[in-house]
Each structure stands twice: as structure tokens, then as C-alpha cells.
């Protein structure tokens, strides 16, 4: 019975995971402000993640990488904080959104960002913002092993909802004997990139040590 219930779980893994971001919207708003601002877009009023990004490009251009990463932190706090309520109101536009940021995070935070590499960044990111729907990177539902990792989009799933269902499957003592070390490692690699907001490694990790599970049966 216990084997039978890990293989009904991991089989349900790609599918909760997956299950609110397959969710699409045809009726997205497809006008814009005269503004510029992305108001009334399917994620709705981005105004103030953009005066974020402004704020930062002012700061990068000045040469204060240090103030500058400290104020795309407040992108990431407030775009975290309101996941939960964009997320399903457009995944697609939300992913792209979500991968610009990244790209910004990362920019700033190597051990030595420079003017161009941050610009870029962020120009980017203000153009994903501008018009979130449109810059698809269209790769569709992706997989490592059998486990999904990726929304229709081609984004990965977030990091911690892939750990979730990775701890969910150790406490079921899913793993043999042959493979729980290997396992281990996995994870703890899955846990330092997706502290690194590196959410495409930690998936990577994650679904390596949920096909383990598999091979455990």
C-alpha cells in the first residue's frame, strides 16, 4: 500500500504543482496606458514595480551598484509578497515577469556588476514590465526524468514548490537504501540555488531526486 500511495504521489507531483499555472486567460487586456505604465494589463497596476526599476537605473548609472541592489531588493520583497495574487491571473505574463527580475537580481549581485551588464538588465525588465504578455519565451511544458519543471510558458516552477514536494516524498521513506545519499546531495543543491533564486538549477536538482523516488519502488 505504501509503494502504491508514493507512485499515485509522484505521478501527482507535475499535475498540483502545474495545475494552477496551466490556467490561461483570453480575455487579457490588450490596450494600453497613454502613460506607459502597464495599468491595466492582465497583472494589472505594475506602475510602482516600475518606479522601482527606474529608481534602480538611476542608482546603477552612478556607479552605486550597492544602493542599487539594495533597492531592486524592495522589487523582490513586494513581487514575492504578491505572487499569490498575480500568479493566477495570468501565469504566462506573470513567468516573464518573474525571469526579467531574476535576471535583474542576478546582474546586481554577481561579485562584480558593471554599468552595462545592469543596464541591460534592467532595460530588459522595464520592457517585460511595459508589456508582460507579449514576451513568451513560448518552450513549452519542459521535463526532467518524467517530472514536470516548467509551465506552458517554458518558465520553471518556482524552486520552494518543487522542495515541497521533494521533502513531502522523503518523509514517505520513498528512497532505497542504494539511492537516499544521492538523494540528499540533490536536495541540498536544490535548496543553495533556489536560495540563489536560480529557480531552473533548483528544479533541475529537485526533479533528479524525485526520479530516484521513482526508481526506489
Given at each position: 500500500?505504501?509503494?502504491?500511495?508514493?507512485?499515485?504521489?509522484?505521478?501527482?507531483v507535475?499535475?498540483?504543482?502545474?495545475?494552477?499555472?496551466?490556467?490561461?486567460h483570453?480575455?487579457?487586456s490588450?490596450s494600453?496606458?497613454s502613460?506607459?505604465?502597464s495599468?491595466?494589463?492582465?497583472?494589472?497596476?505594475?506602475?510602482?514595480?516600475?518606479s522601482?526599476?527606474?529608481?534602480?537605473?538611476k542608482?546603477?548609472?552612478?556607479?552605486?551598484?550597492?544602493?542599487?541592489?539594495?533597492?531592486?531588493?524592495?522589487?523582490?520583497?513586494?513581487?514575492?509578497d504578491?505572487?499569490?495574487?498575480?500568479?493566477?491571473?495570468a501565469?504566462?505574463?506573470?513567468?516573464?515577469?518573474d525571469?526579467?527580475?531574476?535576471?535583474?537580481?542576478?546582474?546586481?549581485?554577481?561579485?562584480?556588476?558593471?554599468?552595462?551588464?545592469v543596464?541591460?538588465?534592467?532595460?530588459?525588465?522595464?520592457?517585460?514590465?511595459?508589456?508582460?504578455?507579449?514576451n513568451?519565451?513560448?518552450?513549452?511544458?519542459?521535463?526532467?526524468?518524467?517530472?514536470?519543471?516548467?509551465?506552458a510558458?517554458?518558465?520553471?516552477?518556482?524552486?520552494?514548490?518543487?522542495?515541497?514536494?521533494?521533502?513531502?516524498?522523503?518523509?514517505?521513506?520513498?528512497?532505497s537504501?542504494?539511492?537516499?545519499?544521492?538523494?540528499?546531495?540533490?536536495?541540498?543543491?536544490?535548496?543553495?540555488?533556489?536560495?540563489?533564486?536560480?529557480d531552473?538549477r533548483?528544479?533541475?536538482f529537485?526533479?533528479?531526486?524525485?526520479?530516484?523516488?521513482?526508481?526506489?519502488?
Amino acid at each position: 500500500m505504501k509503494q502504491f500511495l508514493l507512485a499515485a504521489f509522484l505521478i501527482a507531483v507535475p499535475v498540483i504543482a502545474f495545475s494552477t499555472i496551466e490556467v490561461t486567460h483570453h480575455t487579457e487586456s490588450q490596450s494600453a496606458e497613454s502613460s506607459g505604465h502597464s495599468a491595466n494589463r492582465s497583472l494589472g497596476d505594475l506602475s510602482e514595480y516600475e518606479s522601482i526599476v527606474e529608481e534602480t537605473r538611476k542608482l546603477a548609472s552612478k556607479g552605486d551598484m550597492t544602493a542599487a541592489e539594495k533597492r531592486i531588493t524592495r522589487f523582490e520583497t513586494k513581487w514575492d509578497d504578491e505572487e499569490s495574487k498575480l500568479r493566477p491571473q495570468a501565469p504566462s505574463a506573470w513567468g516573464n515577469v518573474d525571469a526579467a527580475a531574476d535576471k535583474a537580481f542576478a546582474a546586481l549581485r554577481t561579485s562584480s556588476p558593471t554599468k552595462p551588464q545592469v543596464k541591460q538588465a534592467l532595460d530588459n525588465l522595464t520592457k517585460t514590465l511595459a508589456n508582460p504578455e507579449n514576451n513568451a519565451p513560448g518552450a513549452g511544458i519542459q521535463s526532467i526524468a518524467g517530472i514536470t519543471v516548467t509551465d506552458a510558458g517554458g518558465h520553471p516552477l518556482p524552486c520552494e514548490a518543487m522542495l515541497s514536494d521533494l521533502r513531502d516524498v522523503f518523509d514517505q521513506g520513498a528512497f532505497s537504501d542504494a539511492n537516499l545519499k544521492q538523494a540528499r546531495t540533490l536536495q541540498s543543491q536544490a535548496m543553495e540555488r533556489c536560495n540563489a533564486d536560480d529557480d531552473v538549477r533548483s528544479d533541475r536538482f529537485s526533479a533528479q531526486a524525485l526520479a530516484l523516488a521513482k526508481q526506489s519502488l
